[in-house]
Structure formats: C-alpha cells, structure tokens
T-cell receptor, first 114, second 113 residues
Framework: GNSVTQMEGPVTLSEEAFLTINCTYT??????LFWYVQYPGEGLQLLLK?????DKGSNKGFEATYRKETTSFHLEKGSVQVSDSAVYFC?????????????FGGGTRLMVKP | DAEITQSPRHKITETGRQVTLACHQT?????MFWYRQDLGHGLRLIHY???????NKGEVSDGYSVSRSNTEDLPLTLESAASSQTSVYFC????????????FGQGTRLTVV
C-alpha cells in the first residue's frame, strides 16, 4: 500500500515566523494528498488537500503543492500565529481504490510562542 | 448540522474486561473507520467498514472487533482489554471516492489498568 513520511517534531517557532513541515510519500499512481490538523483535545480536521500533480491546496494561510517529481507535499505558512499551535498530519489513501481509508504520517507538533 | 460523535470521551477499565466504544455519524456516509493514536506511531487503522454488514481488518486489528448493523453506527469492542490497548481512539467517516474528506470524532481516551 501507499505510505507517507513526515518530519518529526516538535517544531517551535516565534509568532510571524515562516513554517515548513516536510512530507514525502510513496504511492502507485497519483492519489490525492491531504494535510489534517489536530488542535489540543480535539479530533483531526481537514486542513487542505490536492487531488492531482502540480495542484496547490490552500486554507487559513497554509499551502502545500503536490510535486510528483520529488514525491513531496510540504506544508508551508508565511507567518504563523499562536493559534496555529497543533499537531499536523500528512495523509493519503492507503490503497488506490474507492475505499478511501487513509494512512497517516506520524504527525508533527507545532508550538508557536508569542 | 451533521456530525460524528464518540462516547464515552474517557474510560478507565480493568485488564480482561470487555469494553465497547461507540461511534455515531449523521453524515449518512457509507465508509467508517476506527484508528488508534499513540505517541511515536501516529494514527493506525484498526477496522473499517464500507457499508452495512461489511467489516474489514486494518493494520492493528488483533484484540478488536466491530459490527455494522446500520449506516450510522460502528461500535468498537475490545474483547479482553490489555494494557497495550491504552490509547486514544478516533472514529472517522467519509463518502466513497478517492478525493473525499474524512470527518473525525473527538476521540475516546481509554486507559486499561
């Protein structure tokens, strides 16, 4: 099945700093790619997604570009806020069928200090 | 608004007891999933279902079972709880298709003592 690897955390930044969280994948074909975010005490929620190569997903100031050449989907934000402190998960479908079960990276904890 | 809810939010149980965690969704989704979240392992798939009467084993299914008698519910049962099953459990649901979003419940923190 497909798999994903993301950088380990924690990542600690000051407010307004630039954020990059690396994610690389192994997959057959070109499945959709996802970033999920988990705020303290909550479940995961979709942050952004890209459905085909060269697509850019964006939401809440976060961006990620589906790069098939480097099999990467790195998450970026130009200026982080304290409210962005959370755990971020890169994900893709485990199998390339209609079942849509996702496999997740290990998660990267982001801590933003005022 | 449609939602997915898990109960209980916290549970402490003793080794060897049977425990059932509830998951209920009002999205009318065919697909439902159970994951466990542990430090150092991220989220791992326990069981999943593509519809009523359909259940499938995931990556870490040993010691767990599920049943799907209707569209809305996918209860997770630990047949004989073990300390290794202390974890946070998340239920999720999604429509069929490759590009669809998975919606997660808020999680159940289970402690086996």
């Amino acid at each position: 099945g497909n798999s994903v690897t993301q950088m380990e955390g924690p990542v600690t930044l000051s407010e307004e700093a630039f954020l990059t969280i690396n994610c690389t994948y192994t997959a057959t074909g070109y499945p959709s790619l996802f970033w999920y975010v988990q705020y303290p005490g909550e479940g995961l929620q979709l942050l952004l997604k890209a459905t085909k190569a060269d697509d850019k997903g964006s939401n809440k100031g976060f961006e990620a570009t589906y790069r098939k050449e480097t099999t990467s989907f790195h998450l970026e934000k130009g200026s982080v806020q304290v409210s962005d402190s959370a755990v971020y998960f890169c994900a893709l479908p485990l199998l390339n069928n209609a079942g849509n079960m996702l496999t997740f990276g290990g998660g990267t904890r982001l801590m933003v200090k005022p | 608004d449609a939602e997915i809810t898990q109960s209980p939010r916290h549970k402490i149980t003793e080794t060897g007891r049977q425990v059932t965690l509830a998951c209920h969704q009002t999205w009318n989704h065919n697909n439902m999933f159970w994951y466990r979240q542990d430090l150092g392992h991220g989220l791992r798939l326990i069981h999943y279902s593509y519809g009523v009467q359909d259940t499938n084993k995931g990556e870490v299914s040993d010691g767990y079972s599920v049943s799907r008698s209707n569209t809305e519910d996918l209860p997770l049962t630990l047949e004989s709880a073990a300390s290794s099953q202390t974890s946070v459990y998340f239920c999720a649901s999604s429509e069929q298709g490759l590009n669809t979003e998975a919606f997660f419940g808020q999680g159940t923190r289970l402690t086996v003592v």
